[in-house]
């Protein structure tokens, strides 16, 4: 009986090797299916939240579009009923400057001369008198109300003052301290805390050319507030985010200095209820 030829120490020591070598490529497979499957399950988590994302988007867009819709079809049934009232109210100031022509003397009273400046459509007149009859504030303050609704466009009244106002300010004209607090008045008549709350989900009681205009005057305050640094004083501060809010303008400007108005000037009586109107009520502390 042949016996097996001896297995030499370096065949022994060359399959050893080989296995070596086979156990690290089955290493490396093993390692390179272990990436892949963590990577392709990454995808399918980062596709499957995209998904999930994408369809939260979409339902929140059906449902600002509808609301959108219910909102234009709610103005649209509400036009007869608002150029019925807009014509009966520009008939009776019709009616009411026939018989003030009539009667060229007028009165001397307050509300009457408000109410005269206001469907004139008066802007610098009706500033000047409200700045005569500062010590008047109290009855005053009511009565810039009730003159407003005598004006065949209290907003474009109360804007034309404004950029008046603007326009005098950035020429350092003279008196401007007393025309701030003017202006401060008739935009506290015209967009009173009650018409913030009753606005939401309406459009602007303003045309679209009143609402630029606005934008443009309010864009221009903000350069020369800007400029201001220390200068800028509580009251006219609350006065631009009044007009920022009165005219819908939030979008027209950086969130952050709206945000800052209100945290510099937080103690202001105004300001809370201004911030709540701009809707970061929450970043008053």
């Given at each position: ?65 509808s609301q959108t819709l ?45 109410k005269s400046l206001a ?167």
């Amino acid at each position: 009986m042949s016996t097996a030829p001896p297995i030499s120490a370096d065949r022994v020591q060359k399959f050893i090797e080989d296995l070596e070598a086979q156990k690290k490529i089955v290493s490396k497979c093993t390692e390179l299916f272990t990436t892949l499957t963590n990577h392709f399950t990454s995808l399918q988590n980062s596709l499957s939240q995209k998904s999930q994302s994408l369809d939260a988007k979409f339902l929140s867009l059906s449902s600002k579009f509808s609301q959108t819709l219910d909102s234009l079809s709610q103005r649209e049934s509400s036009l007869p009923d608002r150029e019925s009232a807009a014509a009966a109210h520009i008939e009776t100031l019709k009616e009411a400057a026939f018989a003030e022509f009539k009667d060229p003397k007028g009165s001397a009273q307050l509300s009457d001369t408000l109410k005269s400046l206001a469907r004139r459509m008066d802007s610098a007149g009706l500033v000047k008198f409200i700045v005569s009859k500062r010590k008047e504030s109290v009855p005053l303050r009511a009565e810039i109300s009730v003159a407003l609704s005598e004006a065949v466009d209290p907003h474009r009244l109360v804007l034309e003052a404004f950029e008046d106002f603007v326009s005098q300010k950035s020429g350092k004209t003279l008196g401007l301290t007393d025309k701030r607090w003017a202006c401060g008045m008739l935009v506290h008549a015209l967009f009173p805390e009650s018409s913030w709350k009753e606005k939401k989900g309406k459009g602007p009681e303003f045309s679209r050319n009143i609402g630029e205009r606005a934008a443009e005057v309010v864009d221009r305050w903000k350069g020369q507030l800007d400029g201001e640094k220390e200068g800028l004083t509580p009251g006219e501060a609350v006065m631009f985010l009044h007009m920022v809010v009165g005219f819908e303008l939030k979008e027209r400007f950086d969130e952050g200095f709206l945000r800052k108005l209100v945290l510099d000037f937080s103690s202001r009586r105004d300001m809370a209820k201004l911030a709540a109107a701009l809707g970061f009520d929450d970043k008053m502390g």
